[in-house]
């Protein structure tokens, strides 16, 4: 009987084992607070999945991987099914098969960071003009890419905020664009700690989502049902603020 009560759970539980929808998340961004040590699997990408695990429950199982941008573009391009972390449709367009985009997780910025003892401001591009500004290789920012090629603006490219800001305490440049998430988690290490502030947001805020391919239109109501259910979340709330970030 005992054997026959097993057989007849084990029957019952293992259509809703079949049933779970294997979902991969792709992140293209690799600095912190969005990955802080891959080996470890900290950082913001992970928490994110984790997170949502939660929320949205066995129905889904989400998986994380890490791509670079053009790689994740060549995805794209290609029409393979994607879900994109942190993504704003200011950045991807599909005019053939749109994307779907969920409700914000957070806003974002991009800020410029000087010295605490800079006593000027950034609040307006054209006071970057007789300076020199870190950037990441590869990111376009309007306003300063005319300025740098009416050479009113030297700019220095790094490979990562942490060799920007590394480059900044050096004095190897005067100024670095940075996003606000990734500034507040760096802010907070000691190695910065009093040494950095915000002098100008000249950029707009804007959101960061997730992008859904067409093959998964049909998710966006239970994303948008557990991205909103985020901020009331104790894990999340608690990964946000060791990041020095809010929960929206």
């Given at each position: 009987?005992?054997?026959?009560?097993?057989?007849?759970?084990?029957?019952?539980?293992?259509?809703?084992?079949?049933?779970?929808?294997?979902?991969?998340?792709?992140?293209?961004?690799?600095?912190?607070?969005?990955?802080?040590?891959?080996?470890?699997?900290t950082g913001l990408n992970y928490d994110l999945v984790r997170a949502l695990q939660q929320q949205l429950g066995d129905k889904y199982q989400l998986q994380y991987k890490y791509l670079p941008r053009p790689q994740l573009n060549a995805r794209l391009q290609a029409g393979e099914p994607t879900i994109v972390l942190w993504a704003n449709p200011a950045w991807f367009s599909n005019k053939v098969q749109p994307y779907s985009w969920t409700t914000e997780i957070f806003i974002d910025r991009d800020v410029f960071v000087s010295h605490r003892e800079f006593s000027g401001d950034l609040t307006e591009l054209n006071n970057l003009a007789g300076s020199t500004l870190g950037a990441i290789r590869g990111y376009s920012y309007p306003g300063v890419n005319e300025l740098v090629e009416q050479r009113?603006?030297?700019?220095?490219?790094?490979?990562?905020?942490?060799?920007?800001?590394?480059?900044?305490?050096?004095?190897?440049?005067?100024?670095?664009?940075?996003?606000?998430?990734?500034?507040?988690?760096?802010?907070?290490?000691?190695?910065?700690?009093?040494?950095?502030?915000?002098?100008?947001?000249?950029?707009?805020?804007?959101?960061?989502?997730?992008?859904?391919?067409?093959?998964?239109?049909?998710?966006?109501?239970?994303?948008?049902?557990?991205?909103?259910?985020?901020?009331?979340?104790?894990?999340?709330?608690?990964?946000?603020?060791?990041?020095g970030l809010k929960a929206q």
């Open positions: 009987m005992a054997k026959k009560l097993l057989l007849l759970c084990c029957w019952l539980f293992l259509p809703q084992v079949l049933a779970a929808t294997q979902l991969t998340l792709y992140a293209y961004h690799s600095s912190p607070p969005f990955v802080i040590n891959a080996e470890a699997e009113r603006v030297t700019r220095l490219d790094a490979e990562s905020d942490k060799e920007n800001l590394a480059r900044l305490l050096e004095r190897n440049v005067d100024h670095v664009v940075i996003t606000r998430s990734s500034f507040l988690y760096y802010g907070r290490q000691q190695h910065y700690l009093g040494k950095l502030r915000i002098v100008g947001e000249p950029y707009p805020a804007y959101k960061r989502q997730l992008l859904l391919t067409q093959h998964y239109q049909n998710l966006l109501g239970a994303f948008d049902k557990a991205i909103n259910e985020l901020p009331r979340q104790e894990f999340w709330t608690a990964r946000l603020e060791l990041y």
